[in-house]
């Protein structure tokens, strides 16, 4: 069955004003979404997934910003509450021609945009459908000062492997970091945090 965006988008906002009630700069999150939308450059899966985000942080009170210009590209969300944070959302989509080195390609596209995007607030998270599990490099679960040099250039090689953005130093990938892992339920709604360390420890059941 084919989607109708604009109608499943409708639906979701709907969900979250039961849920929340109206929220302040849920609107302007929408608004944003869409027209990106209609210049091919986010899906049905990717908005839900961002809407819901969207939603749950300003009901925790943060401003909140959709698909925010950056140096090197477009962050998820941006969003201040005393710090700031940035979240990349991640559907664990694989082009066909990946589809033999799925894993591999998702933990470069991951570390990419870890790198990448990172440093652009306070914390770094990445957030996914509750049923997907990252497969995010475990190095950059570290501490980047726990980090070493040949893991380091491990995940650079994967980097360039599956990119050619010239934007992303090694000075970057050392200093990136993941501060969590977030889930989202599009069924109820709920969006809930896993820190690095149980967030490792469910990696650890998949290989």
């Keep these: 069955m084919k989607s109708?965006?604009?109608?499943?988008?409708?639906?979701?906002?709907?969900?979250i004003i039961e849920k929340y009630g109206n929220l302040c700069g849920l609107e302007d999150i929408v608004h944003r979404i869409v027209g990106l939308h209609k210049v091919g450059v986010?899906?049905?899966n990717h908005s839900v997934l961002e809407l819901i985000l969207s939603a749950y942080l300003l009901n925790q009170g943060f401003k909140v910003y959709a698909e925010v210009e950056v140096a090197g590209g477009i962050v998820d969300i941006y969003?201040?509450?005393?710090?700031?944070?940035?979240?990349?959302?991640?559907?664990?989509y694989v082009?066909?021609?990946?589809?033999?080195?799925?894993?591999e390609f998702l933990m470069g596209r991951l570390a990419l945009k870890t790198a990448r995007y990172s440093k652009i607030g306070h914390e770094f998270y990445?957030?996914?459908?509750?049923?997907?599990?990252?497969p995010i490099p475990e190095a950059?679960?570290?501490?980047?000062?726990?980090?070493?040099?040949?893991?380091?250039?491990?995940?650079?090689?994967?980097?360039?492997?599956?990119?050619?953005?010239?934007d992303v130093t090694l000075d970057d990938?050392?200093?990136?970091k993941v501060d969590g892992i977030i889930t989202i339920n599009t069924n109820s709604l709920d969006v809930?945090?896993?820190?690095?360390?149980?967030?490792?420890?469910?990696?650890h059941f998949y290989s």
């Design 126 to 134: 990445i957030a996914v459908p509750s049923f997907y599990i990252p």
């Design 42 to 44: 986010v899906n049905i």
């Design 192 to 203: 809930k945090l896993i820190d690095n360390k149980n967030f490792l420890a469910l990696k």
């Design 173 to 176: 990938v050392r200093s990136s």
């Design 4 to 15: 109708d965006y604009f109608k499943d988008i409708i639906t979701v906002k709907k969900r």
């Design 140 to 166: 950059l679960l570290k501490p980047p000062e726990e980090r070493r040099e040949d893991e380091v250039r491990q995940i650079m090689s994967l980097i360039r492997k599956y990119s050619k953005s010239p």
């Design 95 to 103: 082009p066909p021609a990946s589809a033999t080195y799925a894993e």
């Design 79 to 92: 969003a201040i509450k005393g710090v700031d944070l940035s979240v990349e959302v991640e559907t664990g």
